[in-house]
């Protein structure tokens, strides 16, 4: 076996002749330089590809490149190899004689071993990375330990096209095999891969790619309605770690977009992280840019009784009443949503019932003209009202009736109504028609009835 594999010529005739009993869509580069070129190659990786890369990314070499040049570029790189490198003893080792038979695939891994050159490596991985559309060759790669080749060069390189050109290599590698991606954060070599999160040498585009191809690796696949689960608790508090203000925008728009599909991970173990994200998280409430994606984590993080202190702590109350008449709609409807998640019980609690926050609910109530947020604001207010004649006296006292009547006037939403007509209730006034607007910037005004 050895003696075929040293010989280029030998090798391309023995892929050929091991491969008639093998059924592959004849876009497969069939392990050997012969093969390449045919022109269904070029659909079969537009579809492969298709949705895989963020709008707001460099797209890898492997995929940005035109079609016919990959393939030439591919051409080159397998024919140097099959010239210049035999397959390693390891490929000897393989599981099945069939998996023996690595044609090109074994020489170019061998070949990314000894390169030192950086362009001519990165010629090597985004071959391989197209190689590895295949599902045969993927299989070859794995069964001689190909992983083990890619992951080595994290720790050989700080080279950042070099090192995107290699996740994106293991991205092809696992694709949404989630036992092929448990192999890649079992590996030794995972923390080179982590390690590029806080490269200085990355810039915000690379970084951008890097956030993109973590993304699909670090996570099993959503299957019969599944959430995606996180395959390496590390990647939290290295994320957690990256929400900086002086972090560029849309890398941090893609930690935050990847931290959200952490949420489901809130054991005791993961506590520590969650907590650095929440405070690092507060600061960016108020970047606009970035404040809905916040929001939503916050809200998914609001629901669980262990933050409900962390978020009193981290100051997440004011900038979240502050956020209330924030012009754009789905900040103020999304920031509504986590004070009512807050106002359940907690330290968070006790600070939505002191006098300043309850006064801002109220200014949101009086100046806000979305009705969804309204409604959350009313049942928020009647939820600390319930229960708390010292919260209600203080309502009244600074002219809620007033407001209330004057949402029931203004609006027809049944549920806005509603919840206005609970409230006036649970503060012991009437719901009869107001004569004229309060104003909530004066003290002592009396909430305009008592009971």
């Given amino acids: 076996m050895e003696a075929l594999l040293s010989s280029p010529n030998t090798l391309a005739r023995q892929n050929q002749q091991n491969n008639s009993n093998v059924v592959l869509p004849t876009h497969a580069l069939l392990r050997s330089s012969s093969n390449l070129g045919s022109s269904n190659l070029d659909n079969s990786s537009n579809e492969d590809r298709s949705g895989s890369e963020c709008s707001d990314c460099i797209p890898s070499s492997a ?58 490596l990165r010629g090597c991985l985004d071959t391989l990375a ?69 490269n200085p040498g990355l810039g915000s585009a690379h970084l951008c790619e890097v956030l993109c191809m973590i993304r699909k690796i670090a996570f099993t696949s959503a299957s019969n309605g599944k959430e995606p689960e996180l395959l390496e ?43 650095l994200a929440v405070f690092n998280l507060v600061p960016l409430l108020k970047d606009n840019m970035v404040s809905e994606e916040v929001l939503h984590i916050l809200l998914q ?40 998640s807050l106002s359940d019980g907690g330290l968070s609690c006790e600070q939505l019932l002191q006098e300043p926050s309850l006064l801002a609910l109220l200014r949101a109530l009086q100046l806000n003209q979305h009705v969804e947020v309204s409604i959350g604001v009313l049942y928020t207010l009647n939820r600390l009202a319930c229960g708390r004649p010292h919260v209600a006296n203080f309502l009244r006292q600074r002219g809620a009736a007033q407001v209330l009547r004057r949402l029931l006037q203004d609006w027809t939403d049944e549920d806005l109504r509603l919840g206005a007509s609970q409230l006036l209730g649970t503060i012991g006034s009437a719901a009869v028609a107001p004569s004229s607007k309060p104003s909530l910037a004066t003290d002592g005004d009396g909430g305009g009835g008592g009971g």
């Fill in 130 to 198: 197209f190689l590895l559309l295949d599902k045969a060759n993927r299989k070859v790669i794995n069964e001689i330990h190909g992983l083990d080749v890619i992951m080595g060069l994290f720790s050989r390189t700080q080279d950042p096209t070099v090192l995107c050109s290699a996740l994106d290599a293991v991205c092809s590698l696992v694709r949404s095999d989630d036992a092929d991606k448990v192999c890649v954060w079992s590996h030794p070599g995972k923390a080179g891969v982590l390690g590029m999160l806080s």
């Fill in 63 to 120: 995929s940005s490149t035109p079609s016919m040049r990959r393939i030439a570029l591919a051409k080159q790189i397998l024919d140097e190899a099959t010239s210049s490198f035999t397959p390693s003893l390891s490929i000897s080792a393989a599981k099945t004689d069939k998996c023996k038979n690595t044609g090109a695939l074994g020489p170019l891994l061998i070949m990314m071993q000894n390169e030192q050159d950086t362009e001519k």
């Fill in 233 to 275: 608790p590390g990647l939290l508090p290295t994320l957690a770690s990256m929400l900086q203000t002086t972090l560029p925008r849309p890398a941090l728009l893609r930690v935050l977009k990847v931290l959200k599909l952490c949420t489901g991970m809130c054991g005791p173990q993961h506590l520590p992280s969650w907590n």
């Fill in 301 to 340: 993080l609001s629901e669980r009784p262990e933050f409900k202190n962390v978020f009193m702590a981290a100051g997440t109350i004011p900038p979240l009443l502050a956020l209330l008449v924030n012009s754009d709609k789905s900040i103020p409807i999304a920031a509504v949503c986590v004070l009512s």
